[in-house]
């Protein structure tokens, strides 16, 4: 026609008026559906792969002369009932927890730190609850130490017998 119209009196175009292209609007709905699909995939692979750590962000059990070294200490004798862990990435923390005699705690307490602070003294912090006797000790000038800082609680377990919660850090 000359008018640029057929006959049916509907203009010629590309392609027939109201038709629903279907490859695009599947092309859409599928793209939810995937992503779905893929993030249930990762989920599955994160459960059932290795969980061995990589990035030293957990526990992990050490001994305790190695613990009691990090802050230029060492182990002190008569130690019962000792578990000592390190937690290292950015920093790192070793801890250890040990029961030992009174009058032994005294004594390495002497040798090992002579300028701790006396319980109740200058420079004794406020104790977590329940322990007795509590100190931050700064020991970066100390030779033989790797932490920076000491921390020592004690709690009376009976009259023979403290409770020792060492803490040495390079926070």
Do not use: H
């Amino acid at each position: 026609m000359a008018n640029g119209r057929s006959e049916t009196g509907v203009s010629a175009g590309p392609g027939p008026r109201g038709r629903t292209r279907w490859g695009l609007v599947a092309a859409i709905l599928a793209l939810p559906a995937l992503l779905v699909g893929g993030l249930l995939v990762l989920i599955a692979v994160w459960l059932l792969t290795d969980d061995e750590e990589v990035d030293g962000t957990r526990l992990e059990k050490v001994p305790c002369a190695e613990a009691l070294a990090f802050g230029g200490a060492e182990l002190p004798t008569g130690v019962e009932d000792a578990e000592c862990t390190v937690q290292s990435w950015l920093d790192t923390n070793y801890q250890a927890d040990f029961r030992m005699p009174r009058a032994g705690f005294d004594a390495w307490l002497a040798d090992t730190y002579p300028e701790a602070p006396s319980a109740g003294g200058p420079g004794a912090q406020a104790c977590v609850q329940g322990a007795d006797y509590c100190f931050q000790f700064d020991v970066t000038e100390r030779p033989g130490a790797e932490a920076y800082y000491v921390d020592v609680n004690v709690t009376n377990v009976n009259a023979e017998t403290v409770r020792v919660r060492y803490s040495a850090f390079t926070t």
